[in-house]
C-alpha cells in the first residue's frame, strides 16, 4: 500500500478507535407509560428512545451510538457503524434530539480557554432519534479485501453509504450529409454497397438515442479520502468525460456490449451536496481537527445502443451511428486508426483513496 500514499494522513493514523461506551452503559428509560415513540410507514420510519447514560462518559456514548468514518495509514476508508433500534433493524441512530444532566454533583472549570465552566451531573438523559436511511450500512467486516487486498477492494465502497437514482431519456440525433468511413464485416453491405472502408456520402437522418442518466450519492467520505494536501479531487476531476475500461454497475464478467459493459457507461459531473464541504460534529469527537466530510455526488450516463459490428470490442459511446440505424466503430481515413475517444478508466478505483490512479 505504500505506493498510494502521497502524504500522512493524519491522526487517525493506523490504530482502530477506543471507544469507552458500551450497551451496559445505557440505561433505557420506563415508566407506567414508554416514553419511546416508533412511527412507521411505506416510505419513512422512524423512532426515539430516551435513556439515561452516565454523564462523563457522554462524548463516548455519541461515538458509540452514530459511528464515524475514518482514513486508516493505508488509504483504506473505515467506517464505525451506527447502532440500530432494537424493534425494528433497519433505523439506524442519526440524531441526538436530547441531552439533559440528571443529578447536579458540582461546578466544573472550563475544559479549554476558549469555553465555559460547566456543571457535572452523575446521569445524562438522552433522546436518540432512529430513522432509515437510503442507503446500505454495512461494517468494514462486510467489504471484499479491506485491509489487505486492494485490488479486491476497488468498487467495495459502493456497496454502503451510497445510494443512487435512475432517469431516462431520448436524443433525437441528426446525421448531417457528409463522407464517413465505418469499421465492419468485411462482407456486410447496406443496399448492395460495402460498408467497410468504402467513403460513403451520407444524406441527413434522425435517430433515437436512448440513455440512461444515474446519480450516484456517496454519504459522509472523508475529504481526504477523495482530496490531495492542495484540495484537488485527483483522481474525479480527470475522470470526468471518460468512460468505464471494466463493467461498472454490473457483474464482474459483463461481456462487450451488454448493458453495464465496458465503455457503456460515462462519468458526466462530480458535485457535492448542496456544493458543501461540512464539519461532522461526532466526527471532531473522536479525531481532534479531522472533521471535513462531503456527500459526494457522481453523474453517470448509460449508452449500449445497438452494434452493427457484434463481434467487435468496442460499445456504447466508443461507437458511431450509420445509415442504417446501427451503431459502428469509426476509422481516421489519416492514419486508419480507430477513434478511441472518449478515453477510459476504471470506474471501481473512484471509490478508493485519492493517489490509488
Same mark, same amino acid.
Given at each position: 500500500?505504500?505506493?498510494?500514499?502521497g502524504r500522512?494522513?493524519?491522526?487517525?493514523?493506523s490504530?482502530?478507535?477506543i471507544?469507552?461506551?458500551?450497551?451496559? $452503559?445505557?440505561? *433505557?428509560?420506563?415508566?407506567l407509560?414508554s416514553p419511546?415513540?416508533?412511527?412507521?410507514?411505506?416510505? /419513512?420510519?422512524?423512532?426515539?428512545l430516551? %435513556?439515561?447514560i452516565?454523564?462523563? =462518559?457522554?462524548?463516548e456514548?455519541i461515538?458509540?451510538l452514530?459511528g464515524?468514518?475514518w482514513?486508516d495509514?493505508s488509504?483504506?476508508? =473505515? =467506517?464505525?457503524v451506527?447502532?440500530?433500534h432494537?424493534?425494528?433493524?433497519n433505523?439506524?441512530?442519526?440524531e441526538?434530539?436530547?441531552?439533559?444532566g440528571?443529578q447536579?454533583?458540582?461546578?466544573?472549570?472550563? +475544559? @479549554? !480557554?476558549?469555553?465555559?465552566?460547566y456543571? *457535572?451531573?452523575?446521569?445524562c438523559k438522552?433522546?436518540?432519534? &432512529?430513522?432509515?436511511? +437510503?442507503?446500505?450500512?454495512?461494517?468494514?467486516?462486510d467489504l471484499?479485501?479491506?485491509?489487505?487486498?486492494y485490488?479486491?477492494?476497488?468498487?467495495?465502497?459502493?456497496r454502503?453509504?451510497? &445510494?443512487?437514482?435512475?432517469?431516462?431519456?431520448?436524443d433525437?440525433?441528426?446525421?448531417?450529409?457528409?463522407?464517413?468511413v465505418?469499421k465492419?464485416?468485411?462482407?456486410?453491405?447496406?443496399?448492395g454497397?460495402?460498408?467497410?472502408?468504402?467513403?460513403?456520402?451520407?444524406p441527413?437522418?434522425?435517430f433515437?438515442a436512448?440513455?440512461?442518466?444515474?446519480?450516484?450519492?456517496?454519504?459522509n467520505v472523508p475529504?481526504?479520502?477523495?482530496?490531495?494536501?492542495?484540495? &484537488?479531487f485527483?483522481?474525479?476531476?480527470?475522470t470526468?468525460? !471518460?468512460?468505464?475500461s471494466? +463493467?461498472f454497475?454490473?457483474e464482474?464478467?459483463?461481456?462487450?456490449?451488454e448493458d453495464g459493459g465496458?465503455h457503456?457507461?460515462l462519468? *458526466?459531473?462530480v458535485?457535492?451536496?448542496?456544493?458543501?464541504?461540512?464539519?461532522?460534529?461526532?466526527?471532531?469527537?473522536?479525531?481532534? %481537527?479531522?472533521t471535513r /466530510?462531503?456527500d459526494?455526488v457522481?453523474?453517470?450516463? @448509460?449508452?449500449?445502443?445497438?452494434?452493427?459490428?457484434a463481434g467487435?470490442l468496442?460499445?456504447g459511446? =466508443?461507437?458511431t451511428?450509420a445509415?442504417?440505424?446501427?451503431?459502428?466503430?469509426?476509422?481516421?481515413?489519416?492514419?486508419?486508426?480507430?477513434? $478511441?475517444?472518449?478515453?477510459?478508466?476504471d &470506474?471501481?478505483?473512484?471509490?478508493?483513496?485519492?493517489?490509488?490512479?
Amino acid at each position: 500500500m505504500a505506493q498510494l500514499l502521497g502524504r500522512q494522513i493524519g491522526s487517525a493514523g493506523s490504530w482502530s478507535p477506543i471507544i469507552n461506551f458500551g450497551l451496559d $452503559d445505557w440505561l *433505557e428509560a420506563v415508566n407506567l407509560f414508554s416514553p419511546a415513540q416508533l412511527s412507521v410507514g411505506r416510505k /419513512r420510519s422512524s423512532g426515539v428512545l430516551t %435513556g439515561y447514560i452516565p454523564f462523563s =462518559r457522554l462524548t463516548e456514548a455519541i461515538k458509540f451510538l452514530f459511528g464515524f468514518s475514518w482514513v486508516d495509514s493505508s488509504g483504506y476508508l =473505515r =467506517r464505525s457503524v451506527p447502532v440500530t433500534h432494537p424493534w425494528s433493524p433497519n433505523l439506524f441512530a442519526t440524531e441526538l434530539i436530547e441531552c439533559t444532566g440528571v443529578q447536579f454533583i458540582t461546578k466544573i472549570a472550563q +475544559p @479549554h !480557554k476558549w469555553s465555559l465552566p460547566y456543571a *457535572e451531573y452523575r446521569l445524562c438523559k438522552v433522546s436518540v432519534m &432512529f430513522s432509515q436511511p +437510503p442507503y446500505e450500512v454495512l461494517a468494514d467486516g462486510d467489504l471484499a479485501g479491506l485491509g489487505n487486498d486492494y485490488n479486491a477492494y476497488r468498487g467495495e465502497e459502493m456497496r454502503r453509504f451510497c &445510494f443512487w437514482s435512475p432517469k431516462a431519456y431520448v436524443d433525437q440525433l441528426e446525421m448531417p450529409g457528409s463522407v464517413v468511413v465505418f469499421k465492419a464485416p468485411s462482407d456486410y453491405r447496406i443496399n448492395g454497397l460495402l460498408l467497410n472502408g468504402t467513403q460513403i456520402t451520407a444524406p441527413r437522418f434522425v435517430f433515437r438515442a436512448e440513455k440512461v442518466r444515474r446519480k450516484l450519492t456517496w454519504v459522509n467520505v472523508p475529504l481526504e479520502f477523495i482530496s490531495n494536501n492542495f484540495g &484537488f479531487f485527483t483522481k474525479l476531476d480527470k475522470t470526468i468525460g !471518460k468512460i468505464n475500461s471494466l +463493467p461498472f454497475f454490473a457483474e464482474s464478467t459483463t461481456p462487450i456490449g451488454e448493458d453495464g459493459g465496458p465503455h457503456t457507461w460515462l462519468l *458526466e459531473d462530480v458535485d457535492t451536496v448542496n456544493n458543501e464541504v461540512y464539519a461532522d460534529p461526532i466526527v471532531s469527537a473522536v479525531f481532534e %481537527g479531522m472533521t471535513r /466530510r462531503v456527500d459526494l455526488v457522481m453523474t453517470f450516463c @448509460h449508452f449500449n445502443p445497438p452494434r452493427g459490428y457484434a463481434g467487435d470490442l468496442e460499445a456504447g459511446w =466508443r461507437l458511431t451511428i450509420a445509415s442504417d440505424g446501427l451503431w459502428y466503430p469509426m476509422r481516421y481515413t489519416t492514419t486508419g486508426n480507430d477513434f $478511441d475517444y472518449p478515453k477510459e478508466y476504471d &470506474f471501481n478505483k473512484l471509490f478508493t483513496y485519492w493517489s490509488d490512479t
